[in-house]
């Protein structure tokens, strides 16, 4: 087995959120999956594998340290960055179709950055009095700062509180615990002028119930831009940050097409590439 190291929406070196990819783990269980992304200690590890789909180019797993994701946006780009690396080739040209969990997404570059498209939305609309209050409890989000609490699951079940602005996000302090399986989030917008136009945070829980607070995350980036363009709050395209208050500098560039599709696109760097992982 090999394992890549890769920096997905970086914006420098060491800026993003690191992905480990393990290729030719084939006789891998799901068990010594998810202990060797519990041993490494990203958000997510995944593991390339033969498609059992007849378009795909290839397939992937992807966990994270309290279990198995259907779908996740930082962990798509970093895989097909290192499958394109190890001479992956797509069966379209310029059109590389990852096999996961909600089923077929695709990938493509753009301007330099691979890009994914937004998968539909499993669940939106308005968060209820439970949810909206478990999540302020949790993100520790000012409540006279939200202008809007929603559902934003698209694998992940993202709760998404939408903030006043991004001083609000960066201020807000989360709490120390939370159910395996949380995942909550903050949105607010940028005075005009700077290099991103929205302020995003997302914690999750790890198998311990500890909070953790991930550095750059293209599922929520890809549920935040079909919250933002559906709602005539963003038009054609932004840039999103995220991870200042976890020491990364991520940047996130969400793009809606004429089609109405959504793309989500970011940097992505080899850190290390092809070492031998003995399991």
């Given at each position: ?13 060491l800026?993003?959120?690191?992905l ?8 891998l ?11 490494l ?34 962990p ?6 290192a ?11 310029g ?34 009095g ?40 960066l ?40 909070l ?31 991870g ?10 969400c ?21 031998t992982?003995?399991?």
């Amino acid at each position: 087995m090999q394992i890549d190291l890769v920096d997905v929406f970086a914006s420098g070196p060491l800026s993003g959120n690191p992905l480990g990819v393990v290729r030719g783990g084939h006789d891998l269980d799901s068990a010594q999956m998810l202990a060797i992304t519990r041993w490494l200690g990203f958000s997510e590890t995944t593991f390339l594998l033969p498609p059992n789909d007849a378009d795909a180019d290839y397939r992937v797993r992807i966990f994270y340290p309290a279990g198995e994701l259907p779908f996740a946006g930082h962990p798509t780009l970093g895989s097909a960055h290192a499958w394109l690396m190890a001479d992956g080739v797509p069966k379209v040209a310029g059109r590389i179709i990852q096999e996961c969990g909600i089923g077929l997404v695709e990938v493509r570059q753009h301007d330099g950055r691979l890009a994914f498209r937004a998968p539909p939305l499993m669940r939106e609309g308005p968060l209820d009095g439970a949810d909206l209050a478990d999540t302020i409890s949790l993100t520790g989000a000012d409540p006279a700062r939200i202008l809007a609490a929603v559902h934003a699951a698209n694998g992940p079940g993202w709760k998404l509180l939408h903030l006043s602005s991004a001083e609000a996000v960066l201020a807000a302090e989360p709490a120390a615990r939370a159910a395996p399986g949380t995942d909550v989030a903050l949105l607010g917008a940028h005075a005009p002028g700077g290099p991103a136009q929205f302020e995003l945070r997302a914690f999750f829980a790890d198998a311990t119930g500890r909070l953790c607070e991930d550095p750059v995350t293209g599922s929520l980036n890809a549920a935040v831009a079909q919250y933002l363009f559906g709602a005539g709050l963003a038009e054609g395209s932004y840039v999103a940050a995220q991870g200042r208050k976890t020491g990364a500098d991520g940047l996130v560039h969400c793009v809606q097409e004429a089609d109405g599709s959504v793309w989500i696109a970011g940097r992505v760097d080899t850190v290390s590439s092809g070492g031998t992982l003995a399991f």
